[in-house]
């Protein structure tokens, strides 16, 4: 018997005297603290990230022009009835997806928000393609408040049930950052230095 033989034997014995696994306890349903809309606000102004609370699409862009004055480049707007009804009353330069690299900001449709981490989740296509939220100094992604929910195993099994799966899914959580040097976390990184989302009611007139 040689080395690697005797290695695989000893290998064999000690999985066959591994105890039982027991039955896995169910889930602790933990419900977050505060009504979910508070619970969102805390967590993104600790990401650094921005909230817009508005009625229509019109008063969005409104205030969207405030905190984002004066321009400094194009926007571009993923093809998307959200993002594109307040791209309508937003008086920016708008350019198409080859031009996201000259872009000031990007303008995108969550199709889920998570309160617990201050998440919003997009869904990847030729309409909205995954270079609008990396590329432009600042991504604004546009939400209904019905699209709010507390943690993120419900936007999992919000995918699951939604029926076959889109192209590409990801879940953006804050300004993009990193930490890689001594443990200093660093803003921006590889992507947008700010990170707003507006959130209009179902009902808003768009």
């Not at 480049?73 to 093809?79: N, Q």
């Not at 009804?85 to 998570?114: H, K, N, R």
């Not at 099994?157 to 976390?185: F, M």
Request: net charge negative.
């Amino acid at each position: 018997m040689n080395e690697q033989q005797a290695f695989h034997q000893r290998l064999q014995a000690s999985l066959a005297h591994r105890p039982a696994v027991g039955e896995l306890p169910p889930p602790v349903d933990s419900p977050l603290p505060g009504d979910l809309m508070t619970r969102l606000a805390t967590e993104l102004d600790h990401l650094g990230a921005e909230l817009i609370q508005a009625d229509s699409a019109r008063q969005a862009a409104r205030l969207l022009g405030q905190i984002t004055a004066p321009p400094t480049g194009p926007w571009f707007v993923a093809d998307q009835p959200l993002p594109q009804a307040v791209a309508e009353y937003f008086p920016v330069e708008f350019a198409d997806c080859s031009e996201l690299a000259e872009c000031q900001g990007a303008l995108t449709e969550a199709q889920w928000v998570i309160a617990d981490t201050g998440t919003v989740a997009l869904q990847l296509n030729s309409r909205q393609p995954r270079s609008c939220y990396l590329l432009p100094e600042i991504h604004v992604a546009v939400a209904t408040t019905d699209r709010l929910l507390t943690t993120l195993a419900d936007a999992l099994e919000q995918l699951a049930q939604a029926g076959p799966l889109p192209t590409g899914v990801v879940y953006v959580t804050g300004p993009s950052r990193t930490a890689d040097i001594e443990k200093t976390i660093v803003i921006p990184a590889h992507g947008p230095k700010r990170m707003i989302l507006i959130l209009l009611p179902p009902d808003a007139e768009t």
